[in-house]
């Protein structure tokens, strides 16, 4: 291993995809949310305006249900499908090596070989757990940050990509 290489062993469970499964789609439902409940409180509203008595008109009520009833409901939604897909994804996971080098990635599974240079990747997000990195916009993969050996593995692997994908690299530090 050269001194800028670093190379990380990894099989993918569930639990990673979910992981990064979330993180990818919270904004969206937060924004699919968010656009309903305004659309239902104005139609509430709307619905109150038409009625005199608005302590009688059930309001109240509907409104609060709406409040918390629709966000358990999405955010229920949501997570059974994200878990869903990653039960799908990982049914085909294997067993994967990812070397990291100034020039760019290489991915070696039992089945596949591939390498691409830095420039390639549209962007690289840095989690709380993991790395991801965008090789086209809906298209992307993850490596848990557990796989590192140490944590002057996951410095180094910032550094690089401070240095070759510059803005195009959402880092934590």
Same mark, same amino acid.
């Given at each position: 291993?050269?001194?800028?290489?670093?190379?990380?062993?990894?099989?993918?469970?569930?639990?990673?995809?979910?992981?990064?499964?979330?993180?990818?789609?919270?904004?969206? &439902?937060? !924004?699919? #949310?968010?656009?309903? @409940?305004?659309?239902?409180?104005?139609?509430?509203?709307?619905?109150? =305006?038409? +009625?005199?008595?608005?302590?009688?008109?059930?309001?109240?009520?509907?409104?609060?249900? &709406?409040? !918390?009833? #629709?966000?358990?409901? @999405?955010?229920?939604?949501?997570?059974?499908?994200?878990?869903?897909? =990653?039960? +799908?994804?990982?049914?085909?996971?294997?067993?994967?090596?990812?070397?990291?080098?100034?020039?760019? !990635?290489?991915?070696?599974?039992?089945?596949?070989?591939?390498?691409?240079?830095?420039?390639?990747?549209?962007?690289?997000?840095?989690?709380?757990?993991?790395?991801?990195?965008?090789?086209?916009?809906?298209?992307?993969?993850?490596?848990?940050?557990?796989?590192?050996?140490?944590?002057?593995?996951?410095?180094?692997?910032?550094?690089?990509?401070?240095?070759?994908?510059?803005?195009?690299?959402?880092?934590?530090?």
């Amino acid at each position: 291993m050269s001194n800028t290489e670093i190379r990380i062993q990894y099989t993918p469970t569930s639990s990673d995809f979910i992981r990064i499964l979330i993180w990818y789609r919270w904004k969206r &439902t937060a !924004i699919t #949310l968010g656009v309903v @409940l305004i659309f239902l409180w104005f139609f509430t509203f709307y619905l109150a =305006a038409v +009625k005199t008595n608005i302590q009688d008109s059930g309001v109240v009520p509907t409104l609060l249900l &709406t409040t !918390i009833i #629709l966000p358990l409901a @999405l955010a229920t939604i949501t997570y059974l499908s994200i878990r869903r897909q =990653a039960k +799908k994804i990982e049914a085909t996971a294997q067993p994967t090596e990812v070397v990291f080098e100034e020039d760019g !990635i290489k991915t070696i599974t039992p089945n596949s070989s591939t390498e691409a240079r830095w420039e390639r990747y549209e962007k690289v997000c840095e989690t709380k757990s993991d790395f991801i990195f965008f090789p086209q916009h809906n298209i992307f993969f993850g490596v848990p940050k557990r796989y590192f050996s140490n944590d002057r593995e996951v410095e180094r692997l910032r550094e690089i990509l401070k240095q070759r994908m510059g803005r195009k690299a959402t880092l934590r530090a």
